[in-house]
């Protein structure tokens, strides 16, 4: 049977959205006068689907046909699913059709394994010429180096694309080594090291690359999650890591049962508010959590950081440096930015930030602003926690018998 | 004292000229005469080139750039009354530039969120604006939003669309930016009539609905959280949400 268009858009777009990012941002603004397509600092979102993540960029897989048996993914070569791909000629037309419609930001394009790694890179990078020198297309292109494909191939992507990537898939390589055995750690990395060393050889900025790790599938502590992640981010190898929460598609030993498990989206929450942490809030990993440690479920990062370090409380908000005002529970960098700029004009005092709109729900436990702090509720850790819970604030109440949303696992 | 004015930039440069040199005492700014006047003064200010050209004339040498940008911004989002903060944002402008910056002062933190507000309605716009392909080529997009975005909308596009034609037309301003090879300007439109759509139109919006659907993880539903991020006011052209 022959499938139309709509069909393999379906059934591609469907393969590929496991796959978290979407960002379409971190580009100069690179407009071409008479040329398609321009790039956005910010990135732009163009819808938002019905789990409420964003679409920015046209997310495909170039193909679902795959010769690897990753057990946690839906495109391995074991199962039993309607296989098909694109022609680079047709993806390149959809994705200049969509753009000019303004549905999507540009291109994020990935592929199952066809025949070998060199062979599917060739495919993609030639989707990738059509839209650049054929279509003189400028918009963004995200593309999925294939783990195991040539040099040559890997260092004209990072000339064709804006951001490139390649997945983590798992956080460790024992989990590797169980699950998708033919993947190893040095074969994931190596490719992202090779397109950071070549793209710093062209030029001082280095191509932006980002990476995914699936959360709930295997045993990892949050901490070891976390320290894997700031090393990426340390050694300016990656800008983005992807956290996603594991759901469970195939029937697999090693893995959470599917019909007994929903995806750990709070625990996803909790390292995204970590990750935030890390890349924008200057904490390092082991200040968040301490050796095989999780994240609280009940108390976001900050808060339970705040929590365990009641010493360096209260904060004056009318003299504190920025760097230890984003380390308040509740303000956060435009809060900050909103306190500097205003307390050069005046003593701040709790009824100030309120009109700055700055929430009290959670700072005022751990803050002096002139003569106000607040009294009903000394500084003691175990007090504070007493009072956050019974406000409310940010916790979900874990109802009783599904506990599996928090841990992916009964 | 109740001042009336016609809503334009040049109205409100005469008013606050009229304010500065006859020494005014203003309690409210209107566009509209109110229905009912009890025991107020009320006063009409006429358009006036002159006296809008002296105020822009000190109003350019007074405050930076950026500051005029901001004022232009103000003055795009019509449908909030914004008027009397704006003019006591001139007002301390004139008195002392380094205040500007004061967001103790509710006006002027009133100024800051309303431009804030404003900007981030351009943005989502640059997301949410959606093309449809008419007969000759031209791309024409409807939007109906609460403030005025059409110039930013047409910059943006003019940037990202290449040779293309196209045309951005807000319904509820009767206005519309359109650029083609010969032209690159905002007009109002008196009237328009529904235009025909390429033959490809129609499949390119089936294909893109396929794909919206298909991008979803069913395991993850959760319209509350798609809500807060498209609310429903903006979904009126955007052709995936329609049933």
Known sequence: ??????????????????????????????????????????????????????????????????????????????NDIPRTAFSPRELADLTINFYKRNYIEGLFLSSGIIKNEDYTMQLLLQTLRILRHEYRFNGYIHVKLIPGASKELIEEATLLAHRVSSNIELPSSKSLALLAPDKTKEKLLSPLKYARDISLQQSTKPISMSTQMIIGATSESDFEILKLSSSLYQKALLKRVYYSAYIAVNNHKHLPVPELSKPPLLREHRLYQADWLLRFYGFSYDEILSENQNLDIQFDPKTFWALSNMHLFPIDVNHAPKEIL????????????????????????????????????????????????????????????????????????????????????? | MILLYDGSFEGFLSLVYEVYYEKLQVSSIVKQMPDTLLFERFHEVFTDEAKARKVLEGIEKHFSKEQQRTMCHIFLCDTRSHEMALLEYIRIGFKNPQELRNITNASLFYI????????????????????????????????????????????????????????????????????????????????????????????????????????????????????????????????EFEA
């Open chain 2, 112 to 239: 800051q969120n309303l431009e804030k507000e404003l900007l981030s309605l351009v943005h989502k716009m640059y997301g949410f604006t959606r093309f449809e392909e008419l007969e000759d080529g031209t791309l024409y997009a409807k939007i109906e939003t609460k403030f005025n975005i059409v110039p930013f909308l047409g910059e943006h596009f003019c940037k990202r669309l290449g040779n293309i034609p196209f045309i951005i037309h807000d319904i509820k301003r009767s206005l519309a930016f359109v650029k083609n090879d010969d032209i690159r300007e905002i007009r109002s439109i008196a009237s328009f009539e529904t235009p025909n759509y390429s033959e490809e139109e129609s499949q390119f919006k089936a294909l893109w609905k396929s794909f919206f659907k298909a991008a979803a993880i069913e395991s993850r539903y959760n319209p509350k959280l798609q809500k807060s991020w498209v609310p429903l006011l903006y979904r009126t052209y955007m052709s």
């Open chain 1, 1 to 78: 049977m022959k499938l139309t268009i709509e069909d393999k858009l379906s059934l591609l777009a469907s393969s590929a959205k496991y796959d978290v990012s979407c960002s379409s941002s971190g580009s100069e603004n690179n407009y071409k006068t008479g040329e398609l397509g321009c790039t956005h600092n910010s990135g732009i979102c163009h819808s938002f689907t019905s789990d409420g993540r964003c679409i920015s960029l046209l997310k495909v897989l170039l193909s679902n046909i795959c010769i690897y048996d990753c057990a946690y993914c839906i495109n391995r070569v074991s």
């Open chain 1, 326 to 410: 984003v380390r308040i529970p509740g303000i956060g960098i435009r809060g900050a930015l909103k306190i500097l700029q205003a307390r050069r004009f005046k003593q701040l005092h709790f009824e100030d930030l309120l009109k700055l709109k700055i929430s009290l729900k959670k700072a005022r436990y751990f803050i002096v602003a002139g003569k106000d702090f607040y009294r009903t509720t000394s500084l003691y850790t175990e007090k504070i926690k007493l009072a956050l819970i019974h406000q409310g604030s940010n916790i979900i109440q874990p109802s009783l018998f599904d506990r599996s949303i928090y841990t992916g696992e009964l």
